[in-house]
């Protein structure tokens, strides 16, 4: 064996290893940015499921605002129709007391009027 073979021999060898070895750290680094990718993915999920919770809390703010707002609008709607209703009912009941008001009027008038008549034939049939 010659030592220029054997120089050779190791001189591959070495360059193997190196390539090997330039590999792995190749491997190592695209690991070590996978890692950090996952990482990172995760990292950003987490920003956004909280993200989505405080949106989702948010609208759920201004729905119930909304909705207490809408029924505030209901209740004072509903006191108003109410409101309207009882007025429209005491004006009503007032006009047909006046009309009735009016009528025993005119039959008090006439029987007033008629008063001398009824007097004069109750008189007639007593004393005849």
Not at 30 to 49: D, G, P, R, W, Y
Not at 82 to 89: C, F, M, Q
């Amino acid at each position: 064996m010659s030592n220029k073979y054997t120089y050779g021999h190791n001189n591959g060898l070495r360059v193997l290893f190196v390539n090997i070895y330039l590999k792995v750290v190749k491997t190592l680094s695209v690991l070590e940015e996978i890692k950090e990718a996952e990482a990172e993915s995760a990292k950003t999920k987490q920003e956004a499921a909280v993200e989505a919770r405080n949106i989702l809390r948010i609208a759920e703010e201004k729905a119930n605002a909304k909705a207490k707002e809408m029924i505030e609008v209901a209740r004072k709607n509903a006191k108003a129709t109410v409101k309207a209703a009882e007025d429209k009912a005491r004006f009503e009941a007032q006009e047909v007391i006046s009309k009735k008001e009016r009528e025993n009027r005119t039959i008090a008038y006439q029987a007033k009027n008629k008063l001398p008549e009824a007097v004069q034939y109750i008189v007639e049939k007593v004393v005849v």
